[in-house]
Every structure is written in C-alpha cells, then in structure tokens.
C-alpha cells in the first residue's frame, strides 16, 4: 500500500507513458511485499498461540487439562475392572468436567477434595489426584511407591497421579479415642500451638466411619441428609472466636471402616483478643443441627477438646472503622477509651442471660488492671442490677495492653429474674482494684425487660421420680410419648413396669418437670440420651431448658419448669432393651451437676424396648 502511495504521488509529474510503465513495475512488486508481510504475522501468530500461549502453565490448568486426565484415567480403569473401588480429588463435588467426559465411569466415583482430606479405604483402592485438587507438598500422605501413572504439565510439575494402595496404615501424631454416636470413631489429631487474629489455627483430625448414616429425613430436593465435623475455636466460656465445618468428604459418601485423615484452617477472627483459647471438634447433621453424642476422655458437652491454642495479636491492627459498633460513645476513662458497643437485643425477659460486645481503646499503656462494669439504669436513675468482670474475662488484663491497642471484650451477664418488668438504660464503665469508678459510666444502650409467666404448683405427672442435681434442681418426673402417643408406664404390684416398645427411626417426646429449690447463677444445658444395653447413646437431645427459652439462671425458688426433649432413635439402632438417663451440665467446661450417682446421671425407670 506505502509502495502504491509513492508511485501515485510521483506519477504526477511524469508523462502518461512514463506513467503507465513506472505502475506496471511496482505493483507486482507491492503484492508481493503484502504477501510476505502476512505470512510473517501468521507464522508470529502461530507461534504465540500455539508455541507459546498454549504451553503457558496457567492456561494449560484454566483448561482443566488435569481433570481431563483424571476423568481419561478413570474410564480407563473402571473399564478394565468395573468392580475397582476409586476416588476421585476434586475442588467440586461430583466434577461436572469428569461428567462429561467419563460418564460411564462419573457414578462409580467416590469424591473428595484432596486440598484438605484424603479418604482411604479399608481395602484396595486407586486414588486420582489432578493438581488443581493435590494435597501440600508437606502433607502428602501417599507413598510414591503405589504410583501406577503420573503426567506432567508444561511447567514440569506434575499435573496429575493415581496411586493405588492395598491397606493404608494411618497413625495420628496425637492419638485420642472417642466415639460419636454410632458413626464414627475418633483417633486423634495435631494442632499448631499458636494462631494470630485475623489468619487461622491449624488443626488435623484422624476418624474412621463406623456406620453408613442413614439420613434423617429427606428434604424435597430429594438428597438424602448429610454430616459433618466442626471444628471451634472457643474461650473459657465457650464462645466461639472462630469456626470451621469441612465438607471436603460428604457425609452421604461414608461407607463403614473408611479412614478419613483432614488438616484443616480454622479462621481466626480479627477482633479475637490475645490469650489462650481451646479447639473442639464434633459431628453433627447438617439437615438437622443436631449434634452426634460423644463418649470418651476430654469430652466438653457435645464436642471433644482438643487442647490449648494461644492467639497472638493481628499483624495489622483493625481499623476502629469498620467495627460492628451500634452506639458509638467515645469516652474516656483514665488511659482507656470505650469507643462504643455492640448491638442489643430489643427485648429480653427476666432471667434471660445476654451478651454484648465492648470495644477499648488503649490511650497509652494503662496503669493498671481495671475491671469493667456493667449496669442496670432504670427511668428514675436508680441502678437496679449491676455486673463487675475483669474485661476479657481476664485472660488479657488492661495492664498488658499496648497504646493505641483496641480490644474486644465480649460482656455476658444475665437479668435477675426479680428485675422488674420495664425500661431500662444499658451503661459501662471502668473501675478501679479499690472498686472506684474511672468516671460516670456512660448509656451504651437500651433494654425492655417483660415478664415471664412462671408456675408454682406440681401438675399432673403421669411418672413422678424424684432426684436432685446439686443444691438447686430438683427432678419431679416426667412423661413419655411415642409419635404422639402417650406411653402408659405400667407398674405391678412387684415394681417391675412392661417394657415400651419402639422401632429404629420413632420419635420419644419426654417432658420432664423440674423445680427450682434456690436461685441458679448459671445457666445449665439438660441432656437426654437414649442408652443401649451397651451404654452407647442411640438417640440425644442437648439444650437449655424450654427449647432454649427457660435458662435455669431466669429460675426463681419454688419454680416449676416443664421441659420438652424430642429424642430420634437411630435408625441403625439394635434391638434390645434401652434406658433414658438426663441430666445437667455446663456447656463451657462440660461439667455436670451432681447427682449422688456414677457419672452424675439420672437414670429414669421407664423400660424401653427396640425391635
């Protein structure tokens, strides 16, 4: 085009014959450069696409080249032997890429994600890992002698491997022995001693299935329900400062004497303040919330304990901005600053226990260790309830606080169950070891208290049996139906009573009367657990009283409480005779009221049979 320009240009001052001679000679000439200059683009194309683009190492795996030949490996073993146990890694479940491309083989495959788990049979297996679904270096469980393939990517690492084991052997660093229900035993773990805010504790847990779960019901989506760990990270009142539930092996892929080796990061929130906390581990269903029960040492209500784990400061302070603040205060007491609260609840109940988040700020280094104070305000200024804890429960007392530090300090206290129904003004403040406050403490908030309705006199109990738990509880009795049923429990004259009969999947509702004999500070957890002839729970029920709504700190003296369980018998329970033992605990430490009795348990009378 240039070369045609220029002969146009200087044609014009040549003559027509000089003309027409000077275009003959150029544009052939012209053609030909054209030519030239278009195999050279296409021959650079070629090679930017092809040679070079195409063996780049994040578009050979944007591509999924090595889900491709994990589903090509897959297809080629399942082809061989159709009967072959194999497990697929993938970041998705059930792979739709290996759908498509083996879809003979996709149902065969059982899947999990390699990146935190690893699955290993109680027999033969081939195990397929792509890279995009590898376990760390690190961790990598699997002996390279059981490698029967591996491929390489353009970047010489391995894009994908299967191996295939005969027996895995698996030894967990920290070994503990626990059971939870009848679906799994527990075999230990490891844990990284330390976590900063704002990052993750590392955890590995080490369990075996014991049983296929059979769900407990089936939602309309047709899927069957499904379980899951999870993994807390909690304070010494059992409030959780981070938590984690893998789903990396679902629970409706388990098949009996599976072992299932998992290393886990558990979030630790930014605001978490620095000591030391405890890591807990349970199962639960996940269509349900309901926790498995589980027997064995360091067991902490429905959870096992997993040891200590100090957090240490974030590496970056957090922004006082972008707190979850509700009222913003902005007061000054002494070297400390309450920048404000968290939200409250628009109405509480008498007894009801509450909890609310402080935000300080460090001005310096403070001089001492302050307690913080919490009080009751009602429309006449008179203080009527007030609450006095060191902040931070005192595992990170105000003299260690750094200048410009802003610490959150989550407050629990409880309304006295003889507050007066009303209004109320939330206030905070600081005082000091002499119990002088560091100034007037200021509103925070507001809180309506009502009144709860509250019985005094013992129904009717279709089976009175009296126990007591401690100094406070006492048990009346309960009642027992089946599915809606009222059970009669049958007494002759020997005392023996006719055994009830159920089936694997009923439900028992048990309603148990409870009455209050002095006040209660805390408030406890009641358990209902359902026991074979082996003492292994096969159905439970865990909460504070009334479904969560009568916690026995709201209980005044005389007070009588009627108390409903809902208990699922296992589906895979045994037949046999069973027994219902209740009781009391502590959810943070897991420690029970006593009761006079091995184990501080009630066992109730009623004879229970399963067929």
Known sequence: VAAVGW????????????????????????????????????????????LDWAKMPQVYYAFETDIAQEADFARRTLQADPGAMVYASAEHYRHPSVAYLAPEAFPKLKWFDGRETVVFSPGPAVYLIPRSASPPDWRDPFPKEAIVERLFGPDGIPSFTAYRIERAEVAPP????????????????????????????????????????????????????????????????????????????????????????????????????????????????????????????????QALDLGKVRVLP??????????????????????????????????????????IDLYWRALGRPTGDFEAILQLEDRSGQVRQEWATAPVDGRYPTGRWQPEQIVRDRQDFTVGPLVAPGTYTLKAGLRDADKQLLGPAVAIGGLNVAARARRFEIPSISHP???????????????????????????????????????????????????????????????????????????????????????????????????????????????????????????????????????????LDAAITVR
């Open 174 to 301: 920290r070994p503990l022995k626990a059971t939870f229900g009848s679906l799994v035993e527990f075999l230990g773990y490891d844990t990284s001693p330390e976590a900063r805010a704002g990052e993750s504790a590392y955890v590995a847990l080490y369990w075996r299935v014991l049983a296929k779960p059979q769900p407990s019901f089936v939602p309309s989506d047709g899927r069957t329900a499904s379980y899951s760990a999870f993994i807390h990270l909690v304070d010494s009142k059992g409030r959780k400062w981070g938590q984690r539930d893998p789903s990396s092996y679902l629970g409706e892929q388990w098949e009996p004497g599976e072992t299932v080796v998992g290393g886990y990061g558990v979030p630790v929130d930014v605001t978490t303040p620095p000591g030391e906390y405890s890591l807990e581990v349970g199962f639960y269903d996940k269509a349900t919330g309901e926790a498995l029960p589980v027997v064995g040492d360091s067991v902490r209500g």
């Open 465 to 603: 049996q009296i126990a007591n738990l401690g100094q406070s509880v006492s048990l009346l009795g309960y009642d027992l139906l089946v599915a809606g049923r009222g059970i009669q429990l049958n007494t002759p004259t020997g005392g023996q009573q006719d055994p009830v009969e159920v089936k694997p999947g009923d439900t028992l509702s048990l309603i148990l009367y409870w009455q209050a004999k002095t006040p209660i500070k805390d408030s406890y957890t009641v358990f209902t657990h359902l026991l074979d002839t082996n003492s292994r729970v096969r159905g439970q029920k865990d909460s504070i009283p009334g479904a969560g709504t009568l916690p026995t700190s709201g209980w005044v003296e005389n007070e009588v409480i009627s108390d409903r369980y809902e208990i699922a018998v296992e589906p895979a329970a045994p037949s046999g005779r069973y027994q219902i033992e209740v009781g009391m605990y502590l959810a943070s430490t897991g420690e029970r009221l006593p009761t006079g009795t091995e184990g501080n348990r009630i066992l």
């Open 314 to 355: 974030p590496t970056e302070p957090f922004a006082a901005d972008k707190l979850p603040i509700a009222r913003r205060v902005d007061t000054t007491f002494g070297d400390i600053a309450l920048l404000g609260a968290g939200p409250l609840p628009k109405e509480v109940r008498q007894g009801d226990a509450i909890s």
């Open 7 to 50: 002969v146009d240009k200087a044609a014009r001052g040549l003559t027509p014959a000089a003309t027409s001679l000077a275009i003959s000679l150029v544009t052939p000439l012209a053609v030909f450069m054209a030519g030239v200059f278009l195999v050279a683009q296409g021959a650079l194309t070629y090679r930017d696409y092809f």
